[in-house]
């Protein structure tokens, strides 16, 4: 694990801002590659003003949106039958699939953004975004700022303790369970305000009448 760590430190520096693009981009595909293996390493090197911590954030957000984009319309013009046939080619199980469609289901659009926090769901939770059509501009932005939201804690965790791996795989746990914590309370907050809305839409609607 130490070697494959080094391996991404030396991966990221040596090709800078074009390598954060292109594992940020495979991570957010249906290639598991985890985005704390190089983000962190990323913001290792942020720390040692060896690259530009603003910089980092804004490509690996262009990488992710790109990534989930190319999943989006994977699902958007090929559909369920497409994803069941080949999914097993994308490490993608029908398991997975109906895991997904609930908790698409059950959370709405701003699943897309939650999902990003939720390990075992950011690489695929573009799939039935694409399937339900879902409105690309909308997606995007969600999709950005979930993203987002991940990778500077990452880089942030990488700037501070990114020298010593002992500490940042210890502390891994303790970040995912925040961002969980984080999920919860942004889908209660995005139920309570799609309530009010409906709510305010009814009223008015029986004003009217």
Do not use: C
């Not at 760590?5 to 594992?23: D, K, N, S």
């Not at 999709?143 to 002992?166: F, H, R």
């Amino acid at each position: 694990m130490e070697a494959l760590a080094q391996w991404l430190v030396e991966f990221v520096h040596g090709f800078g801002y074009t390598g954060i693009f292109i594992m940020t981009f495979l991570e957010s595909t249906f290639v598991p590659i985890p985005a704390e293996l190089t983000m962190v390493p990323a913001g290792y090197l942020v720390s040692q003003q060896e690259m530009n911590g603003v910089l980092v954030l804004i490509i690996a957000i262009v990488g992710s949106i790109a990534g989930s984009v190319t999943n989006y319309f994977i699902a958007y013009h090929y559909g369920r039958r497409f994803l069941y046939a080949y999914g097993k080619y994308l490490f993608f199980s029908h398991e997975k699939m109906e895991k997904l469609d609930k908790f698409f289901a059950s959370h709405g659009e701003i699943s897309t953004l939650t999902g990003r926090l939720v390990p075992g769901l950011r690489h695929f939770i573009s799939f039935p975004a694409g399937l339900a059509h879902m409105n690309l501009k909308k997606f995007s932005t969600y999709t950005g700022v979930g993203s987002g939201l991940w990778m500077a804690i990452l880089v942030l965790l990488g700037y501070v303790i990114g020298g010593n791996k002992e500490l940042v795989r210890h502390y891994m746990p303790y970040v995912t369970a925040l961002a969980l914590i984080g999920v919860v309370i942004m889908v209660m907050l995005y139920i309570r305000h799609h309530r009010r809305k409906t709510a305010n839409t009814e009223a008015a609607d029986g004003v009217a009448r």
